[in-house]
C-alpha cells in the first residue's frame, strides 16, 4: 500500500510548484496585433522582445497593475486604439527589461494618428525610454489623445509630436522628473502638472495652453515656446524661461528663486499680475534691441532703482533695447512660496545670498586677465562662467587656494556670471564684465 504521506507531500509540492510558477508568470510579445486583445494582470509581467505593432480598427486594453518591459531598441507602435488605465492604487509600468537600465535603452510607444490611431492614458508610469509617447502622423480622424496622472523618469523625452491645431493632446496631472526633457513640440494643452529635476521642462514647443502646472529644478523650465501660460510657479530652475517668440503671453504666474527668472530674446508680451521676484541674478533678462512691455508686473519692490537693479537691459548694455516696466504693481506678497515647488527647504540656493564666503574680482571690467579672490581658502573647488542664458562657458575644476587667475580667451564683451561651487554646494557668485 502506497504511503498517503508521501501522496500528500507529493500534491502539496505540486501545488506550492503551480502557484510559484503563476506568481512569476512572464508571457513574451512580438509582431503584430490583428483583433481586439488584452494584456491582464495575470499574466503580467510582459515581455516585448521584438516590435510590436497594434493594427487599426483594433483595440489593445491594458488591465491596472500590469507590468510591460520592453527589450533594448524594442517600440510599441499604436495604428488603432489603447486604453491603457490604471488606478491610483494599482498603476500600469512600462519600463526596460534590463537589470541595468538606462535612459533611451527602449524606443517608446508611438500612436500614429494618420491612421485614426488614438489613446487614453491614465496612472501610468513610463521609465527609461527614448520618447516614452511619440505622436506621429497627421491629423486623421482619430480622437484626442488624453494623458492624465501619468508618472515620467528617467526618459530622453518623456512625450514628442503632436496632433495637429484641431486635435490637441491633453496632459493633466502628470509628473515629470529626471528627463532630458520632458515635453518636445506642442499643440498641447497641460493643466495641473509637475515638471522637477529635468533638464528642460518644455522645449521647443507651439501653440500650448498651460494652466495651474509647477516647474521647479529644471535646469531650464520652458525654453522657447509658444504658449499662454497662467496661474503656474516656476521656481528654484537656472533659467524660468527663454522666450524669443511674441506669441507668448503670461498671465497670473509667480517666477521667482530661480539663477533668472525670464530671458528674452524678440517681441514677447508680458501679461498682467505675474509676480517675478527674488531671482537670484536677474529677474528679467534682455538680449535684443527691440524695446519690451513689462507693465502691470509685481517685482515684490515699489522701489524703482531696486527694480532696474534686477533688469538688464539697455541701461546695462547700450547695444540692448529697454524694457518697460512702468505700472508695476503694490501686490500681496504672501502668496509667493518660501521654499520650493515640493514644499521642502531651500538650501543651495538660499547659500548663493548668504556671502558665507567673500568673493572679489579685479580688474572688472575685465579686458584679457582678471584674478578672482576668496577671502577663505577653497579646496577643490569648482569656477563656472556663465552666460546669460545659463550656458556654461568655461569651467575650472578642484581648485584651491583662494586667488586664480582667469583669461578672457574666447568670450565675447558682455555680461558674465562666475559662480564657485564645493562639495556640490555653491559658495558663492560674482558678476563679471568683459570689454
Same mark, same amino acid.
Given at each position: 500500500m502506497k504511503n498517503p504521506h508521501k501522496i500528500f507531500f507529493a500534491a502539496l509540492l505540486l501545488l506550492i510548484s503551480s502557484a510559484a510558477t503563476t506568481v512569476t508568470a512572464q508571457t513574451k510579445v512580438s509582431g503584430g496585433i490583428y483583433a481586439n486583445t488584452k494584456?491582464?494582470? /495575470?499574466?503580467? *509581467?510582459? !515581455?516585448?522582445?521584438? &516590435? @510590436?505593432?497594434?493594427?487599426?480598427?483594433?483595440?489593445?486594453?491594458?488591465? *491596472?497593475? @500590469?507590468?510591460?518591459k520592453f527589450d533594448k531598441d524594442v517600440v510599441l507602435e499604436i495604428r488603432g486604439y489603447l486604453i491603457s488605465v490604471g488606478t491610483a492604487t494599482d498603476s500600469i509600468e512600462f519600463t526596460s527589461s534590463s537589470s541595468t537600465p538606462y535612459q533611451g535603452i527602449w524606443v517608446g510607444i508611438k500612436i500614429n494618428i494618420g491612421t485614426s490611431a488614438s489613446a487614453t492614458i491614465k496612472y501610468n508610469a513610463?521609465?527609461? #525610454? #527614448?520618447?516614452?509617447?511619440?505622436? =506621429?502622423? =497627421?491629423?486623421?480622424n482619430s480622437e484626442p489623445i488624453n494623458i492624465k496622472q501619468c508618472k515620467f523618469e528617467n526618459n530622453n523625452v518623456a512625450i514628442d509630436g503632436h496632433a495637429g491645431m484641431s486635435n490637441r493632446t491633453r496632459i493633466d496631472g502628470c509628473y515629470f522628473s529626471k528627463n532630458t526633457t520632458a515635453i518636445y513640440a506642442g499643440y498641447k494643452n497641460i493643466s495641473n502638472c509637475t515638471f522637477i529635476n529635468n533638464n528642460y521642462g518644455i522645449y521647443q514647443a507651439n501653440q500650448i495652453d498651460i494652466l495651474n502646472t509647477k516647474f521647479c529644478s529644471n535646469k531650464v523650465a520652458l525654453y522657447e515656446v509658444q504658449c499662454i501660460l497662467k496661474n503656474c510657479v516656476i521656481m528654484n530652475n537656472g533659467k524660468g524661461i527663454v522666450q524669443s517668440n511674441q506669441n507668448f503671453q503670461a498671465t497670473n504666474n509667480i517666477i521667482t528663486l530661480n539663477d533668472t527668472g525670464i530671458v528674452l530674446d524678440g517681441e514677447c508680451r508680458i501679461d498682467s499680475n505675474n509676480k517675478i521676484c527674488n531671482n537670484i541674478y536677474?529677474?528679467?533678462?534682455?538680449?535684443?534691441?527691440?524695446? $519690451?512691455? /513689462?507693465?502691470n508686473t509685481c517685482w515684490c519692490d515699489t522701489n524703482k532703482a531696486n527694480i532696474a537693479k534686477k %533688469?538688464? &537691459?539697455?541701461?546695462?548694455?547700450?547695444?540692448?533695447? %529697454?524694457?518697460?516696466?512702468?505700472?508695476?504693481?503694490?501686490?500681496?506678497?504672501?502668496? %509667493?512660496?518660501?521654499?520650493?515647488? !515640493?514644499?521642502?527647504?531651500?538650501? /543651495?540656493?538660499?547659500?548663493?545670498?548668504?556671502?558665507?564666503?567673500?568673493?572679489?574680482?579685479?580688474?572688472?571690467?575685465?579686458?584679457?586677465?582678471?584674478?578672482?579672490? =576668496?577671502?577663505? /581658502?577653497?579646496?577643490?573647488?569648482? $569656477?563656472? $562662467?556663465?552666460?546669460?542664458?545659463? !550656458?556654461?562657458? $568655461?569651467?575650472?575644476?578642484?581648485? #584651491?587656494?583662494?586667488?586664480? #587667475?582667469?583669461?578672457?580667451? !574666447?568670450?565675447q564683451a558682455g555680461l558674465y556670471f562666475i559662480k564657485i561651487t564645493a562639495q556640490g554646494n555653491s559658495v558663492g557668485v560674482v558678476k563679471m564684465v568683459v570689454r
Open positions: 494584456w491582464t494582470l /495575470a499574466k503580467s *509581467p510582459y !515581455q516585448v522582445t521584438g &516590435d @510590436v505593432t497594434l493594427f487599426p480598427n483594433d483595440t489593445l486594453t491594458i488591465e *491596472p497593475g @500590469v507590468v510591460v513610463i521609465n527609461y #525610454s #527614448s520618447v516614452g509617447f511619440i505622436i =506621429t502622423g =497627421t491629423d486623421g536677474y529677474n528679467m533678462v534682455h538680449t535684443t534691441s527691440k524695446s $519690451i512691455y /513689462a507693465k %533688469i538688464y &537691459d539697455g541701461y546695462d548694455d547700450i547695444s540692448l533695447g %529697454i524694457i518697460d516696466f512702468s505700472n508695476y504693481l503694490n501686490c500681496d506678497t504672501s502668496a %509667493i512660496p518660501k521654499t520650493n515647488c !515640493q514644499n521642502t527647504v531651500i538650501t /543651495a540656493i538660499e547659500e548663493v545670498n548668504q556671502d558665507k564666503i567673500s568673493i572679489s574680482l579685479s580688474p572688472n571690467p575685465m579686458h584679457e586677465y582678471a584674478i578672482l579672490r =576668496t577671502n577663505t /581658502a577653497l579646496h577643490n573647488a569648482n $569656477i563656472g $562662467i556663465y552666460n546669460l542664458v545659463g !550656458q556654461k562657458l $568655461i569651467e575650472l575644476r578642484n581648485q #584651491s587656494g583662494n586667488e586664480f #587667475s582667469l583669461n578672457k580667451g !574666447q568670450l
